[in-house]
């Protein structure tokens, strides 16, 4: 009797590790698609992904039916700024000028809760924009189970040309807050670059172009030499460094300087794409940013002819495709509303690329290039990032536009 109820106490005392079977449709492992497949999770891993008749498990678990859908990874967004909001209801500058850094966290505790019932997972944040380490600081409260939101990975304020960025349109004798920390000259580049990663920052993002006034092209900003100099700064810390760049000789700069990706890369040429592709460098084309702010000033996008910019960024997306750079999923979200991210996803469709590939990008593609080992794919000892949608994204890629089952770190958020 009592070597039993010592028994009995043993077994009680041993926790039982909560398991979750799901059984969808059929399941996009961040690769390619499968029948009949089930993914076991147990606690926030990922035990088990194949045919149930492999499942070997004697323990028991809660089984959940995700009838009529599509099992994935939780999407990796690559470029975001969850303290922005849409361009349309408060332009940049008044973003930054007006609204103080506290309005912009609430907004932005506001816009990772989104994200995440948009099956957003994993953010890559590409600046606070002139809210400081606000976006250091959202990371925490999310990762302390404060708010909810996707993980993320945080750039901090970003570091641009002395002189080459916003707000503008003020006389010399007037400061105002900038959106990005300026600097000039290695010494002081150095300094920044290890000021934002001693903050927090988990990379350092550079604008390596920029227009320098209003309504003008873009133009070089860093020379080679401070470009150099701020990603040997962050890669000796262990980090790495990504580029704001459109202009081919600021995608070059930047290229030759070892940044991981490139952000927009609006006129890059084949012979750019050829050596982005050639030194791993990834390319975030931000389709949707474009295409919202063409929106903002008018078009009617499908009842007008594409505008010149519009035009251009397909020409280009076209080149980036034909090169096989790696594609980043990215929309510059922020631009336009946090949860619409499948925007990018429809335009990058939409202008060439095949589904599939889309689907690998926003996963295992931007796993790989964030450095994100254990994310991006549903395989046996990942990390449990999960969500599911209705019918098949692989033939129509709206079908991300609603995604009805929501799991991160084997946490259900969304169901
Ligand atoms: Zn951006």
Not at 307 to 317: C, V
Request: overall charge neutral; aromatic content about 8%.
């Amino acid at each position: 009797m009592r070597t039993i109820f010592f028994i009995l106490l043993f077994l009680a005392m041993v926790p039982v590790k909560a398991q979750l079977l799901l059984v969808p449709d059929q399941v996009f492992d961040g690769e390619i698609l499968h029948s009949n497949w089930v993914v076991l999770v147990t606690e926030n891993r990922i035990t088990f992904a194949g045919p149930i008749a492999s499942l070997k498990n004697s323990r028991s678990y809660e089984k959940k039916e995700l009838k009529g859908m599509t099992l994935m990874p939780g999407i990796i967004e690559g470029h975001s700024h969850l303290l922005l909001h849409p361009y349309n209801e408060t332009e940049w500058n008044d973003q930054v000028l007006k609204e103080s850094p506290v309005e912009r966290a609430i907004r932005g505790v506001v816009h990772a809760k989104k994200s995440l019932m948009a099956g957003i997972t994993t953010m890559r944040d590409l600046g606070a924009e002139g809210a400081g380490y606000t976006d250091v600081y959202l990371k925490k409260t999310i990762e302390d189970g404060i708010i909810p939101g996707p993980r993320l990975l945080v750039a901090g304020p970003a570091i641009v040309a002395t002189g080459a960025y916003g707000p503008k349109g003020f006389h010399d004798g007037v400061t105002v807050p900038l959106g990005a920390e300026p600097v000039s000259g290695k010494a002081e580049a150095i300094r920044e670059v290890r000021t934002q990663l001693g903050n927090g920052a988990n990379f350092i993002k550079i604008y390596a172009d920029y227009r320098w006034g209003k309504d003008e092209p873009s133009q070089p900003t860093f020379l080679q030499e401070e470009i150099d100099a701020m990603v040997a700064t962050a890669t000796s810390a262990g980090r790495y460094a990504i580029a704001h760049a459109s202009t081919p000789e600021g995608m070059r700069r930047a290229i030759l300087g070892g940044v991981e990706t490139i952000e927009h890369g609006d006129g890059g040429t084949m012979e750019i794409f050829k050596m982005m592709k050639e030194k791993g460098v990834g390319l975030c084309p931000t389709l949707a940013a474009g295409d919202a702010i063409e929106r903002y000033k008018g078009w009617k996008k499908g009842m007008e002819p594409d505008t010149d910019r519009i035009s251009k960024k397909k020409k280009s997306f076209k080149l980036a495709l034909e090169s096989e750079v790696d594609i980043v999923f990215g929309g510059d979200v922020g631009v336009y509303s946090h949860g619409e991210n499948y925007r990018e996803m429809e335009l990058m469709a939409e202008y060439g690329m095949q589904p599939l590939k889309v689907l690998q990008s926003a996963t295992s593609v931007n796993a790989r290039i964030f450095h994100l080992d254990e994310l991006g794919r549903i395989q046996k000892n990942f990390l449990a990032d999960l969500i599911a949608v209705e019918g098949n994204p692989i033939t129509d890629i709206k079908k991300m536009r609603k995604v009805t089952f929501v799991m991160k770190d084997g946490v259900v958020y969304e169901d």
